[in-house]
T-cell receptor, first 115, second 117 residues
């Protein structure tokens, strides 16, 4: 069975400072990993994905994540936070190799950006 | 990417009634998924819907409560039956964008916000 643990339910940073949102996964197979963002009263948007190619994945809006198999981690980072980054972020896992195409979501991390 | 629309966008319903949520995709897709997001919570998969076959439900979700239809490759409905306040959630539909084996991902509709009184 697959699972995702987001280690922080809330993260608060100041505008212009780095962002780190932590995610650990558990998977019996080679996972596909994603980060989605959900702004208030808006739909889910894909930030980036890892699907067994390069371990450092670049996404939209300056976000990137590094897949570390030895640490079973897929942390999301951004060098400099912007006010518009304030949102809920979900780390998500899928086990393509099993043919199971549904996604398993982490519990979410709410990012606050202080002026 | 796929463009997904859902109807209604939101609704307020009385307990004991049923609501059918529609999901329309702008391209043909093999698999569609229905998720629930309870207030302040993450997303939980309700069921997977293939065209032409019965939906596959996750543990804790049953067909009598959440019947699903998938009449063609661009459309699906989810019905929330005999509603109670605990069913107040956002219901989201999602689809595979293309070649799953190539690492394509899922795209989500805007969601249907349901409040049951």
């Amino acid at each position: 069975a697959q699972s995702v643990t987001q280690l922080d339910s809330h993260v608060s940073v100041s505008e212009g400072t780095p962002v780190l949102l932590r995610c650990n996964y558990s998977s019996s197979y080679s996972p596909s990993l994603f980060w989605y963002v959900q702004h208030p009263n808006k739909g889910l948007q894909l930030l980036l994905k890892y699907t067994s190619a390069a371990t450092l994945v670049k996404g939209i809006n300056g976000f990137e994540a590094e897949f570390k198999k030895s640490e079973t981690s897929f942390h999301l980072t951004k060098p400099s936070a912007h006010m518009s980054d304030a949102a809920e972020y979900f780390c998500v896992v899928s086990e393509r190799d099993t043919g199971r195409r549904a996604l398993t979501f982490g519990s979410g991390t709410r990012l606050q950006v202080q002026p | 990417s796929a463009v997904i629309s859902q109807k209604p966008s939101r609704d307020i319903c009385q307990r004991g009634t049923s609501l059918t949520i529609q999901c329309q995709v702008d391209s043909q897709v093999t698999m569609m998924f229905w998720y629930r997001q309870q207030p302040g919570q993450s997303l939980t998969l309700i069921a997977t819907a293939n065209q032409g076959s019965e939906a596959t439900y996750e543990s804790g979700f049953v067909i009598d409560k959440f019947p699903i239809s998938r009449p063609n490759l661009t459309f699906s409905t989810l019905t929330v039956s005999n509603m109670s306040p605990e069913d107040s959630s956002i219901y989201l539909c999602s689809v595979d964008s293309g070649s799953w084996l190539a690492g394509e991902t899922q795209y989500f509709g805007p969601g249907t916000r349901l409040l049951v009184l």
